[in-house]
């Protein structure tokens, strides 16, 4: 087992994923997040522990971010953004989230690798993540360039929230 070249072939999968990131859907992201009231986050699998590492980020932020479908969660409305996380595109969880968010009037956000997927279709924000074709099982490149990408996004939400990680350290879970 040569665990350093399998280690080297992870690390250029996620470059080749992460360098292919448009900064324009991102950007956008960003402030769509920030001009929000409540964020909600959704995935399914592993991509859903993605999407829920994204949601603690936004709180140690400032921000109002809530896991959709968790027991605490409250209804979604005007003003709310949902952003979900899906490679394939295709979760039927997901497609049934937009349509509850759309009629409650909320915003739709995808991060996803199916640009033209019905979830893709169903949000009206797309920022892509060119996954496929790893040499990993499953979605795993997918999910390691969602945490890449969300704790990118985070760096610069830091600075669009004007806050510092003195300020966010102040927000992190005290009941651990």
């Known amino acids: 087992m ?14 080749a994923v ?8 991102a950007a956008e992201l960003a402030q769509t997040i920030v001009s929000a009231r409540r964020v909600f ?3 399914c699998g592993r991509t859903g522990l993605m999407a829920r590492a994204f949601a603690m980020r936004l709180v ?3 921000l109002t971010a809530h896991v959709a479908g968790d027991s605490t ?3 979604i409305g005007e003003g709310d953004l949902l952003v979900m996380c899906s490679g394939s595109g295709e979760k039927q969880t997901l497609l049934s989230f937009a349509g509850q ?3 409650s009037g909320a915003r739709c956000a995808v991060v996803t690798a199916s640009a033209g997927s019905p979830i893709a279709s169903a949000a009206e924000l797309v920022v892509l993540l060119d996954a496929k074709n790893s040499r ?41």
């Open 60 to 62: 140690h932020l400032g």
């Open 73 to 75: 969660s409250p209804a």
């Open 41 to 43: 986050v959704a995935g």
């Open 136 to 176: 990993q099982f499953g979605g795993s490149l997918f999910e390691q360039s969602l945490l890449i990408f969300f704790d990118a996004l985070v760096m610069a939400l830091t600075l669009l929230c004007g806050t510092n990680h003195d300020e966010m350290a102040l927000r992190h879970a005290n009941l651990e």
């Open 2 to 15: 040569d665990f350093a070249e399998h280690s080297r072939a992870i690390i250029s999968e996620l470059e």
């Open 18 to 25: 992460i360098s292919g990131v448009g900064a324009g859907p």
């Open 101 to 103: 968010a759309k009629a």
